[in-house]
């Protein structure tokens, strides 16, 4: 099994906080950037050494940014060229103020069966401050669409930790949240990119960082308030109700191999990870001329043993120890058991049944933790 992730780097306007490669310029390259995706999703298609496809995942940038006659042309290139019939989930990233009823109902005709919406906040003046273009009105109203014409799968994304948050502002958002009961949210504390509009402002002081104390209180009361309506905490970010995790994204924390096609799009086959060029034009010259540009880095014992602990100690399962000595030897092995013993002894890790995972304590200090286990060199 495997899967396929389309990224598609365009946006109506950036918000402040982002770094992920988009542009707002270029309208009219979409075509071109379209027919360079297609072209370049037939020319690797042996990547996946004829695996079944599991899953595709449209990011970005925006893919609602996408006319449906575009995306058709990307659906119809998959489907000539990957073997669907064991496809469990297609996602859409969206922004709210995309998703008319129209654009869902055109959407629903495609294979797309889930959508993941950025709503980030449904205060009104958070959302002007990181320069979204929706307003609540709107997430509330996409919510409603796509549940209209049938996207009953579907995710929205929040962030806490904003500059100025209170505690009632985040339970507000929490409350909005669960009166729409999405079947899937991940939540994200603002982190400050190097290089982004908010980050200048923080080094500016126009504006405070959220202190650890703070955030981890408001991360807590997440988990309690999630836990409390019926959802399952299955990675650090990410919580469902029974059965809508996202399966793209935990093939991810699994290891799983995928193709990545678009500009700035990772691939990852066991072996090896390779990127695209994080530059619109570049990307579609370079498909265009038969020249792709890209970086690649072969993937050495050490490299994987610190990607599975990274990935696996993430979720909710944890780090399946014999499949880590399988893996990396019993040297790993133990080398990883040693480092967790201060954090077994704080009750910050725990260890059952071959699983090392992380306690409701351990996850706000994750970072921490995942930092310990890892090794320099095996
Ligand atoms: S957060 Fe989404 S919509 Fe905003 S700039 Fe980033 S990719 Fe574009």
Redesign the pocket.
Known sequence: MAGIYLHIPF?ES??IY?N?Y?TTRFDVWKDRYVAALCQEIRERKDYLKGELIHTIYLG???PSQLSIAQLKTIFECIEENYDLKQCEETTFEA?PDDLTLEYLSELKRLPINRISM?VQTFDNRMLRFLRRRHDAEEAIHAIECCRKVGFDNFSIDLIYGLPEETPERWKSDIAQTLALRPPHISAYCLSYESGTPLDKMLKKHQIKEVDEQNSLSYYNLLMKELKQAGYEHYEISNFCLPGKYSRHNSSYWRGIRYLGCGASAHSYNGNERDWNTADLKQYITGIENRNRIFESEILNGTTKYNELIMTALRTSIGINMNKLEETSGKKAHDYCLKMATPHLKTHKLEYTNGYLRLTPDGIFVSDDIISDLFIVSL
Do not use: L, P, V, W
């Open positions: 946006c950036r918000c982002c992920f988009s970005g940038g925006t922004n950025g």
